[in-house]
Nanobody
Framework: QVQLVESGGGLVQAGDSLRLSCAASGRTFSFQLMGWFRQAPGKEREFVAAIWWSGGAKYYADSVKGRFTISRDNARSTVSMQMNSVKPEDTAIYYC??????????????????????WGQGTQVTVSS
């Protein structure tokens, strides 16, 4: 059974930095792609960033490009996201998710939440102005 557990959320001020981590356990060898999504109150879940589990390409939403950096540590089965220069509009619950290697993948699927097979419980990030 796969478990994803996020940590690192909290209350910060605009312009501060924050680092989110996602610890994976279980069949981590079965991942092909890991991603971060977020959901603000009254809004739909939106893509933030994604990275291939085996290394290689990283993907970012335009709204966070240049400010957020996704990384992974396969030895520790963790995926992290460094958030710099945060803004009040970054306030949301942040979710870690994974696409199984047994799931079909098509170009652009990294940004589609419905393509992800596993999800964490989320961690709250609140940015005050």
């Amino acid at each position: 059974q796969v478990q994803l557990v996020e940590s690192g959320g909290g209350l910060v001020q605009a312009g501060d930095s924050l680092r989110l981590s996602c610890a994976a356990s279980g069949r981590t060898f079965s991942f092909q792609l890991m991603g971060w999504f977020r959901q603000a109150p009254g809004k739909e879940r939106e893509f933030v960033a994604a990275i291939w589990w085996s290394g290689g390409a990283k993907y970012y939403a335009d709204s966070v490009k240049g400010r957020f950096t996704i990384s992974r540590d396969n030895a520790r089965s963790t995926v992290s996201m460094q958030m710099n220069s945060v803004k009040p509009e970054d306030t949301a619950i942040y979710y870690c998710a994974a696409i199984s290697s047994s799931s079909p993948y098509y170009s652009g699927d990294y940004s589609r939440h419905e393509k992800y097979d596993y999800w964490g419980q989320g961690t709250q990030v609140t940015v005050s102005s």
